[in-house]
C-alpha cells in the first residue's frame, strides 16, 4: 500500500489542465460497444477506474488499444455478454456495461458493483427502468441474470434522478428504431456528454441537458470519435486547493456552463475568481462565509462529489456554516480525520456537519476513505502545519490523475513511499 508524505504551508501557484471527466469515461467506453463500427474516445483521464474498465471489456472480446489518453475500440470482436466478476466488483460503474451487453446479446449476468462505501447505493431505480424497458431480471447465486426478450420502447418516468439510470437508458432506447421518453432524466455534464456521443453513433436524441430526454434510436448504430469533455469535479478541487492555501491557480480547459452553482457557493465562502472563456483563475482571497448552509442536491445543484473539499474549505474560512449532503449516509464520516487535526466540526447526524472557522490545521497521520474524502484529506495536509502521512492513496488514483505530480507543478511539497506508515 502506498503512501503520500504532505509537507503542508506552501501557496500553490501556476497553470493546470484538467483532465477528461471520470464520470464521462466509464460511460463513454461501454457506449461504445453498441455500435457496430470502431470508435476513439480522446481526452481518456488515466486513472485506475478506466484501466479497470478497459480490462473488463477486453476480457468481453474487445479490441482496444490506449495510449497519450487516447482510447481505441472496435467492438466488432465482442463476443461474451458475461464480465469478469471480480473486475465488476472493483468499482460502481460495471453495472452500466448491462446496457450494451443486453442490446448485443439481448442478456447480460452482472455481478453486484463495488466502488465506494459512502452509504446506501441501491440498483433498484436501475432496475426500474430495465423492467419498463422489457427486460426480466432474476438473481441467482449472488449474480444478476438479465434477459431482454421483448425489446420495447415506452415512456419512462425515473423513480430517481439517477444518473447511471438516465445513461443506462439513453444507451438502450439508442438502439430501438421508436422513440423513448425518459423522464426525471438526469441532467449532469456527463450525461450530456454521453447523448453527444450516441448522436455521433446515429441515434436523434432532443432535450439533452434537461429532464425530459426524447431518443429515436436505430439498430445501425456505427463508431465516431468522440473528445471526453473535462472534468469540473476536479475544476472545483483544483480552486478549493488554490483557495485554502492562499494561492493563485490558472484552471484551463474550464467549460463555464459546468460551473455555476459551484462558483456560486466558493463565492460565498469569499472565493476570489476571474472567468475567461477557456479558463478560470482562483486569486489570493480574504476567506468569509457570506451564506450559513450549503447543501448538495441534483445538477444544477451542487455536486455531492465537491462536498468534501468544500468541507475542507469551510474548515479554512471565517463563520460557522452547516453542509448537509443528503444523498449519501457515510460521506461526512471521514470529518473525525479533519478534528484530529484540530478543526471545529460538530457531526449533526449521517448526512450534515456544522464547521466553525478559520481553524490552523495540524499534521496527522490520515487513511483515503474512498475518492473524494481521500482528495480531501490530501488538501487539509496541504494546508497544515507540518508533515502528514497519508495511507491509502491508491483510491484516491481511482478518479484524480497524476495527482501527486500535478501538486507538486504547483508547488506542492509531497513524496511518494511505498514503505509501511509510521506513527
Excluded at 474512498?370 to 497544515?384: H, K, N
Amino acid at each position: 500500500m502506498s503512501k503520500f508524505i504532505v509537507t503542508g504551508g506552501h501557496k500553490l501557484e501556476g497553470k493546470i489542465k484538467l483532465s477528461g471527466n471520470k464520470n464521462s469515461a466509464l460511460k463513454l467506453i461501454p457506449a461504445a460497444l453498441l455500435g457496430n463500427s470502431p470508435s476513439v474516445l480522446t481526452n481518456v483521464p488515466d486513472i485506475s477506474d478506466v484501466s479497470v474498465m478497459v480490462k473488463l471489456i477486453e476480457s468481453l472480446g474487445v479490441k482496444v488499444e490506449y495510449k497519450d489518453h487516447v482510447l481505441s475500440i472496435d467492438p466488432t470482436t465482442l463476443n461474451s455478454f458475461d464480465p469478469d466478476p471480480d473486475l465488476c466488483s472493483k468499482f460502481r460503474a460495471s453495472v452500466v456495461l448491462a446496457a450494451p451487453l443486453l442490446v448485443k446479446f439481448g442478456r447480460a449476468i452482472i455481478t453486484p458493483p463495488g466502488g465506494d462505501q459512502i452509504g446506501e447505493r441501491l440498483l433498484d431505480t436501475h432496475f426500474s427502468l430495465l423492467r419498463k424497458m422489457g427486460v426480466t431480471i432474476e438473481r441467482k447465486d449472488g449474480r444478476f441474470f438479465l434477459e431482454w426478450k421483448k425489446r420495447q420502447s415506452s415512456k419512462i418516468f425515473l423513480e430517481e434522478t439517477s444518473v447511471t439510470a438516465t445513461e443506462m437508458g439513453l444507451m438502450m432506447a439508442s438502439s430501438l428504431n421508436e422513440t423513448t421518453i425518459i423522464e426525471d432524466a438526469a441532467t449532469e455534464p456527463h450525461v450530456t456528454d454521453l447523448a453527444d456521443y450516441l448522436i455521433k453513433l446515429g441515434a436523434k436524441i432532443g432535450g439533452r441537458g434537461s429532464n425530459t430526454l426524447s431518443i429515436l434510436g436505430t439498430s445501425k448504430l456505427g463508431g465516431a470519435e468522440h473528445k471526453v469533455s473535462p472534468d469540473h469535479i476536479e475544476g472545483g478541487t483544483f480552486a478549493i486547493a488554490a483557495a485554502i492555501t492562499g494561492g493563485k491557480i490558472e484552471i484551463e480547459d474550464f467549460v463555464p456552463e459546468n460551473y455555476p452553482m459551484i462558483l456560486n457557493y466558493l463565492g460565498n465562502m469569499g472565493v476570489n475568481f476571474k472567468e475567461d472563456k477557456n479558463s478560470l483563475t482562483v486569486l489570493p482571497s480574504k476567506l468569509v462565509s457570506t451564506r450559513g448552509k450549503f447543501q448538495t442536491r441534483p445538477w444544477p445543484g451542487f455536486p455531492t462529489d465537491l462536498m468534501s473539499p468544500f468541507i475542507v474549505l469551510a474548515t479554512q474560512t471565517q463563520g460557522t456554516v452547516l453542509c448537509h449532503d443528503w444523498m449519501y449516509e457515510w460521506r461526512m464520516f471521514f470529518v473525525d480525520d479533519l478534528i484530529s487535526m484540530g478543526a471545529k466540526i460538530f457531526i449533526a447526524d449521517p448526512h450534515r456537519v456544522i464547521v466553525s472557522g478559520p481553524t490552523p490545521l495540524m499534521s496527522d497521520r490520515l487513511f483515503c476513505k474512498d475518492i473524494r474524502a481521500g482528495i480531501s484529506v490530501i488538501l487539509a495536509a496541504l494546508t497544515a502545519n507540518g508533515r502528514s502521512e497519508i495511507e491509502n492513496i491508491e483510491v484516491v488514483e481511482r478518479g484524480y490523475e497524476n495527482i501527486e505530480k500535478r501538486f507538486i507543478s504547483l508547488g506542492a511539497e509531497i513524496k511518494r513511499s511505498e514503505e509501511d506508515a509510521k506513527i
